[in-house]
């Protein structure tokens, strides 16, 4: 069974500080990575990795994936309270049926 | 602008009573996907359409059905809202899996929040 594990699962910090969630996966057949926001509504979406090692940048933003090990993290410098929220990580796999499968997401809140 | 528009954002029903959640979307996107997250979890895929074929996961329970009328319009029915049926439900779109730089990013819906008393 696909499994797609995020870590911590809740955080709390100080605006400004820097923070990494992270995302760690085991499904068969991997084709992309996705980072969603969610905010007390749907799930907005922030990158799409697919390609090992190469960064991802929006802003304060930035995400970069590790296809040997299995692992993704997102990056948000110089937090806002506006950042607070849930962060959904979601992998792609499958064959001729692709089927995205979400992580439990980190709550991330951010103190002024 | 283009969007997932869903209809109610809540919804209260009773223990046993048929309900409906609508879905609709101006991405013209050839798959629409009904999720259902409850609270502290991931989200978790019921089913989808892609065009008219409609695709069930292997889990989804009997009590949930799903009609798709055209491109644009999706529903979600529970025939008989179990207490344990209370969640968030997402309605999601994306281009087609298979279309050249594939597999696409879903668009989510504002969710319809269902209620069960």
């Known amino acids: 069974e696909d499994k797609v594990v995020q870590s911590p699962l809740s955080l709390v910090v100080h605006e400004g500080d820097t923070v990494t969630l992270n995302c760690s996966y085991e499904?068969?057949?991997?084709?992309?990575l996705l980072w969603y926001k969610q905010e007390k509504k749907a799930p907005t979406f922030l990158f799409m990795l697919?390609?090992?090692?190469i960064e991802k940048k929006s802003g304060r933003l930035s995400s970069i994936l590790d296809k040997k090990e299995l692992f993704s993290i997102l990056n948000i410098t110089a937090t806002q309270t506006g950042d607070s929220a849930i962060y959904l990580c979601?992998?792609?796999?499958?064959?001729?049926?692709?089927?995205?499968?979400f992580g439990k997401g980190t709550l991330l809140t951010v103190n002024p | 602008d283009a969007m997932v528009i869903q209809n109610p954002r809540y919804q209260v029903t009773q223990f046993g009573k048929p309900v409906t959640l609508s879905c609709s979307q101006t991405?013209?996107?050839?798959?629409m996907y009904w999720y259902q997250q409850k609270s502290s979890q991931a989200p978790k895929l019921l089913f989808h359409?892609?065009?008219?074929?409609?695709?069930n996961e292997a889990d989804t329970p009997d009590n949930f059905q799903s009609r798709r009328p055209n491109t644009s319009f999706c529903f979600l029915d529970i025939r008989s809202p179990g207490l344990g049926d209370a969640a968030m439900y997402l309605c999601?779109?994306?281009?087609?899996?298979?279309?050249?730089?594939?597999?696409?990013?879903?668009?989510f819906g504002p969710g319809t929040r269902l209620t069960v008393l």
């Open positions: 697919t390609s090992s090692g």
């Open positions: 979601a992998v792609y796999s499958g064959g001729s049926n692709y089927k995205l499968t």
């Open positions: 499904v068969t057949n991997f084709r992309s």
């Open positions: 359409y892609y065009d008219k074929d409609f695709n």
């Open positions: 999601a779109t994306s281009r087609p899996p298979f279309l050249a730089g594939g597999p696409h990013t879903q668009y």
């Open positions: 991405l013209n996107h050839n798959v």
